[in-house]
């Protein structure tokens, strides 16, 4: 039985730049590839969390600005709209972006690690991130990540609260 690679599945610097800087800049430099993934994966977390609590504030404040009748069913279908749309064009959009941004960073940090135990390594096949986002990122698996079900539950809690507020007499 093989064993298998400790570069599998691995994208690794272009061929051209290994003669170009030693071993030991080349992984400073994928350390902080790595690093720039991850404080671009927490700023879009930081901007994800802070547009969210502005949507439900603003909900919320419609929801508290006055007893004004409104039709039940037409309410109801614009929340569930507001609801629906938050979770897909949102919610899931940086979950996506997320995923990718996490994986580049392991991808990144494993190449250090790879060079660090084996030298420098034959650059493999490119398995890029585009594919792997398009693979498994397309379906609605960002509804059972934790954060991403908060985020939409809030958002369904707001929109019941100004429901139940709003058509109240």
Same mark, same amino acid.
């Not at 690093?35 to 930081?46: A, Y």
């Given at each position: 039985?093989?064993?298998?690679?400790?570069? *599998?599945?691995?994208?690794?610097?272009?061929?051209?730049?290994?003669? =170009?800087?030693?071993?030991?800049?080349?992984?400073?430099?994928?350390?902080?590839?790595?690093?720039?993934?991850?404080?671009?994966?927490?700023?879009?977390?930081?901007?994800?969390? /802070?547009?969210?609590?502005?949507?439900?504030?603003?909900?919320?404040?419609?929801?508290?600005?006055?007893?004004?009748?409104?039709?039940?069913? *037409?309410? *109801? *279908?614009?929340?569930?709209?507001? =609801?629906?749309?938050?979770? =897909?064009?949102? =919610?899931?959009?940086?979950? /996506?972006?997320?995923?990718?941004?996490?994986?580049?960073?392991?991808?990144?940090?494993?190449?250090?690690?790879?060079?660090?135990?084996?030298?420098?390594?034959?650059?493999?096949?490119?398995?890029?991130?585009?594919?792997?986002?398009?693979?498994?990122?397309?379906?609605?698996?960002?509804?059972?990540?934790?954060?991403?079900?908060?985020?939409?539950?809030?958002?369904?809690?707001?929109?019941?609260?100004?429901?139940?507020?709003?058509? /109240?007499?």
């Amino acid at each position: 039985m093989a064993t298998p690679s400790l570069t *599998a599945g691995r994208r690794f610097f272009p061929p051209f730049l290994e003669g =170009v800087m030693s071993e030991s800049e080349a992984i400073k430099q994928i350390i902080d590839l790595a690093n720039f993934r991850l404080s671009r994966w927490m700023d879009r977390r930081k901007h994800e969390w /802070t547009i969210s609590a502005g949507l439900w504030v603003g909900l919320g404040a419609t929801a508290l600005s006055g007893k004004i009748r409104v039709c039940p069913t *037409a309410l *109801a *279908a614009l929340l569930i709209a507001f =609801v629906f749309a938050h979770a =897909v064009f949102w =919610v899931r959009y940086n979950w /996506t972006r997320n995923q990718a941004d996490l994986r580049e960073a392991f991808n990144y940090v494993g190449q250090a690690h790879d060079r660090l135990l084996i030298g420098t390594p034959p650059c493999p096949p490119d398995s890029s991130a585009q594919k792997w986002l398009h693979k498994h990122c397309s379906r609605l698996e960002f509804i059972a990540a934790p954060p991403c079900l908060f985020e939409m539950l809030i958002s369904a809690f707001v929109a019941f609260f100004v429901f139940l507020n709003r058509c /109240t007499i």
